[in-house]
Nanobody, 124 residues
Framework: QVGLVESGGGSVQSGGSLRLSCAVSEYFGNIKCMGWIRQTPGKEREGIATIDSDGTTTYADSVKGRVTISQDNARKLLSLDINSLKPEDTATYYC??????????????????RGRGTQVTVSS
């Protein structure tokens, strides 16, 4: 079983930055892709950033250039740096993992594990 616990969300003003973190609390040796999904009530979930076990990263067009995903060498902590935040970035952000590689951020929507989420609110 894989335990994923997000942290780092909060309220920021437009143009600000945040770092979201995801602590992996259980063994996850078979995980091939980890990343971040976000959801706003009334909108579809969106896979925004992924990193495969070989280090390949992908980003959704909506965040490309403003977001960086990274993980530590032991793969126990996944991070997401978001810059130039916009009000439309307001959402609950979830850490997710799957047993296959992703190849694109959208693929992460089909995940095997997901955390409980952390809220990000961006005010104009």
């Amino acid at each position: 079983q894989v335990g994923l616990v997000e942290s780092g969300g909060g309220s920021v003003q437009s143009g600000g930055s945040l770092r979201l973190s995801c602590a992996v609390s259980e063994y996850f040796g078979n995980i091939k892709c980890m990343g971040w999904i976000r959801q706003t009530p009334g909108k579809e979930r969106e896979g925004i950033a992924t990193i495969d076990s070989d280090g390949t990263t992908t980003y959704a067009d909506s965040v490309k250039g403003r977001v960086t995903i990274s993980q530590d060498n032991a793969r126990k902590l996944l991070s997401l740096d978001i810059n130039s935040l916009k009000p439309e970035d307001t959402a609950t952000y979830y850490c997710a993992a799957r047993y296959w590689t992703c190849g694109s951020s959208r693929v992460l929507l089909a995940h095997n594990w997901r955390g409980r989420g952390t809220q990000v609110t961006v005010s104009s």
